[in-house]
């Protein structure tokens, strides 16, 4: 491991920008990313890995890579609370690509309008929700989605089966989602075969930006 960081440390991959990382140990995430903090690293890809407040904390030492960053990956990290994900979303100015940890659909949501990081441009959020709250509970997260704009890709899921997917179907807030459609290219939904036609529909008027949508779009 040493030899390693010595090596990221040195000037053997001057234009290494982007890290995948899956290191069990927040200490050698924090290590690995100390490493390569001062030569403009935007991407960070630590998806299933041990991330959590150390990491975090060494990502906030180095002031340089606090304005790199673009993309952040979080999506599988068991350690990243809530209280996590709104701090990083507020600290990262230049942050346009994120992924999150499964979350109630009631827990760090309800504070999207709270936070700047709505206005930051972000392009692409990937995230799976515990949604308890049934119909109200979709509607309800829709509203906050319906706040990010300038998203080009929107991947959602949902990790309670007893629930028909994370729907958006009109009847349950689709339609909240209209403005998205200004710069939406991306779409994947859970269980987008529950999709109707009129869903399709409506999609294909609102999205026309679309270039990769739910597979019951594709007979359109």
Sequence with gaps: MDQFVSCLQGSHWPHLTSLYLDFDSGHL?????????????TELDLRGSGFDYTAWNA???YPRLVTTLETLYLADCLHVTS???????????????FSAPAMHDGDVYEGIDAHRWVCLGL???????????????????????GLLTNLEQL??????????????????????LQGLGRNLK???????GSLSDADVSWMATHWSRLELAPKRSRCL
């Design 155 to 176: 991947w959602t899921s949902n990790n309670h089966d007893h629930y028909n997917g994370l729907c958006f179907r009109l009847g349950m807030g689709l339609d909240i």
């Design 186 to 192: 991306d779409v994947n939904f859970a269980k987008s």
């Design 83 to 97: 209280d996590m994900v709104h701090r990083i979303l507020a600290s990262l100015p230049n942050i346009i690509r």
């Design 59 to 61: 990502i906030l030492r």
């Design 123 to 145: 392009k692409s959020f990937q995230v799976t929700i515990r949604v308890c709250g049934g119909p109200e509970g979709h509607a309800a997260f829709h509203r906050k989605l």
């Design 29 to 41: 995430i924090a290590e690995v990313i100390g490493s390569r903090a001062n030569v403009g690293l």
